[in-house]
């Protein structure tokens, strides 16, 4: 397993909406490297202003920090008004193709603003629609990584708002190229079941617990790592973090992990 932190963190002051990280690319990345990371997970806002050429410049600045980027991470609405979802559709692919410009294996997938149970047949088919277009023009089975995944993170207010609507969503997508982002902290105490349940749909996890730190919160993130191993897990754990003092507590996230995986921790603050 590798480790990544999601540059959500870095967020400014303009909510979700465009605009660069807090902490500049060029600084922040060196900073992610020497904490003991080995990849960022792009929050869209941060690089939708890019160019071809702007994008360019980014992957240069992650190959010379020696970082990868496991997911993309924008928000979508697919279960909302045909305009919505064509919207949303649209954007898909944009984030796909700077995904493939960035190296990128993943992109995160937000279903809307229903929940499995509120969502009707035709809200189901027209976001599975969707879906599975955006999986087939991310998939290339001949590339080594199989290309750009799908990965729809477990959360409420989603399709994938229980173990329930995620087998659904896998069933009617029926694409190798669509899976989930496994959030633990949303399944607490004792996320384990949920992970054997979905395993061969886990594609990246978020390494949240609550509004706590990974040592604090109510997931034992120690016994945890023990289950990903015991089911062959070798994706991402990408550290989520919302709140103030965010270099400290990647840092600090960082060391907690690479010590739980037997990896030996970064020296450099």
Known sequence: MQISVCSIAWRGTSGYHQQAPATPFAELLPRIKRWGYDGIELWWPHIEGLDAA???????????????????????NFTGTPAEAAESLALGHRVLAAAKQLGATGIRIFTGKKRSRGADSGEWRQCCSALRELAVAGWDPAAA???????????DWNLMDSIEGCERLVQQIDHPGFGFIFHPSLCAPDPVPALHRLRPAVRHVHATNGSGG???????????VGAFRAVDYRGYLSVEWFGADADAVAAREAAFLRTALGREASAAR
Do not use: F, N, T
């Open 214 to 224: 990974l040592a604090d919160g109510p997931v034992d993130w120690k016994r945890l």
């Open 54 to 76: 702007g994008l360019a410049g980014l992957r240069a600045q992650l190959h010379g920090a020696g970082l990868s980027v496991p997911m993309i991470s924008a928000y979508y």
């Open 145 to 155: 990584q199989r290309g750009v995944a799908l990965a729809a993170e477990i959360h």
